[in-house]
């Protein structure tokens, strides 16, 4: 019997009935039947074949077997990476069995073994036992190879997690999540944290250097990186900066009072890339007439280049837009827009003038009443509260001024 046969026999003798390729964790055994598995989505049992079968299944792939209808989209692609991954490592193997001499292209491992209809290869992943007798472990024909390609880019918390995660047990995962939990707790993080955009990198970073990590410092925290923090931010902002003259943008004027009644006007500048908070001016001595805040508005519109802008929004005030409109007038390269959540606000500011709307002012009393009645009496808050809002509130605090008028105090809504 000549070396390549000899290799060719030991790998099919120790060819395990089930390696730990990730496809098998997405069927299962048919008892009774052998070398039959049955998909988990559609619930096709597929007969002979092994693990390859089952990707092509999975994957979509037609010629071997039916496609899966209901695999998700990241599992599907995931399979149509390891089959044409597989397909690479079998032509290395032929190429490399050529090249040192064997009579006819032979595997060096089972990873790909044919052996007819009913059995066929061991799956990509599998221990290569070597003349010595001990195993190393392979992944595509390769001591070491990156994971990421096997799979779609894992974007979002629920996509198709790394080979390494999914060979983990139940209770290992739940292991590592109640460690960040308990970090969670004692540092009070809010929960809604966890939807930022940088959780999961971060957590892939660290997953990524393994055991013996140690985390960022206090004097780390608040020094270099910081700084490099920083910067970034300041470098993203020169780069929407810099697309104002390629896509123009919309310089927008927002005024509202803060909670220590101090009026102050926002200024926010929105294009294709993105919306950016651009600077706030404090008018507490200012008189709002129509020439203070044209001088104001100027002097942003300068700042951010007149040939960049292509509508300038202000509120609906007669002072706004008078500035706006002289604003418009000088440069005549912009149009001047009002707010349409202030003109809403304006429009509701109406609803509550007798003058206009007798019949809901009338409402508008009645309902005062009732919710002086209910915030006045304890047990009637209560019993409104367990059995009519589900625990919820029906007051919530608010200092715009349309709401104030409503009321003649903070805002009563269901919040």
Known sequence: MSSCQLNSATSTA?????????????????PGARNSTQCLYCSKIIRGGGVTRLKHHLGGISGDVEACKKVPDDIKWQMKELVNEMKKNKEKKRKLSLEIGCGSPVDLTYDDVDVGDDEYEGGSQGPVHDSKGKGKEKVGGKSTGPFSRFFAPRTSPGSQPSIKSAMCSKEMIDKAKMAIANWWYDANLPFNASQSKFYQPAIDAIAAI????KGPSLYELRGNFLKNSVTEVQNYLLDIKTSWRDSGCSLMADGWTNQRQQPIINFLVYCPKGTIFLKSIDTSGLRKDAETLFKIFDEVVQEVGVENIVQFITDNDASYKAAGKKLQQKYGSFFWSPCAAHCIYLMLENFCDPRHFPIIDETIKKARKITKFIYNHAWVLALMRKDFTKGHAFMSPCSHKVCYKFFKYPMLTVV
């Open 210 to 213: 393994g055991l013996g990590f």
């Open 14 to 30: 120790f060819a395990p009935a089930r390696s730990e390729d990730p496809a098998w964790s997405h069927a299962r055994v048919v």
